[in-house]
């Protein structure tokens, strides 16, 4: 249950919350090197950290969880042992991804 629901809320988060910081940044690409400032500057804020990486880790964790979802479509996964070893891992390997993608970009 709990990756179900993580599922739809890591979706809705990044078409509403994703979308807004795409389209800023878009918008911003398209408007010249001040409006890029201003956006380069809210991003590496402690709140546009935040922000960046909560949506890092919704699009790995919906990305895992869709994995799962797949592998079930195809009539895969349902014994309950391996159900429940795929539910574990699914929101833990998110988190890992995540970090794993934020220490390759500090490199």
């Known amino acids: 249950m ?9 979706g ?13 940044w878009l918008g911003a690409l398209a408007s010249g090197p001040a409006a ?3 956006f380069t500057w809210a991003a590496t804020t402690p709140i546009g950290y935040i922000v960046l990486v909560g949506l890092s880790w919704a699009f790995f964790t919906h990305l895992c969880s869709g994995l799962r979802h797949f ?5 895969a996964g349902y014994e309950l042992k391996t159900n429940r ?3 574990v891992i699914s ?10 993608f934020w220490a390759l970009l500090t490199l």
């Open 85 to 87: 070893v795929w539910s």
């Open 2 to 10: 709990l990756v179900s629901i993580l599922h739809r809320v890591t």
């Open 71 to 75: 592998v079930m479509d195809i009539g």
């Open 91 to 100: 929101p833990l390997a998110g988190i890992a991804l995540t970090a794993a």
């Open 36 to 38: 890029y400032d201003t």
């Open 12 to 24: 809705d988060g990044l078409a509403l919350v994703g979308l807004a910081v795409l389209l800023w």
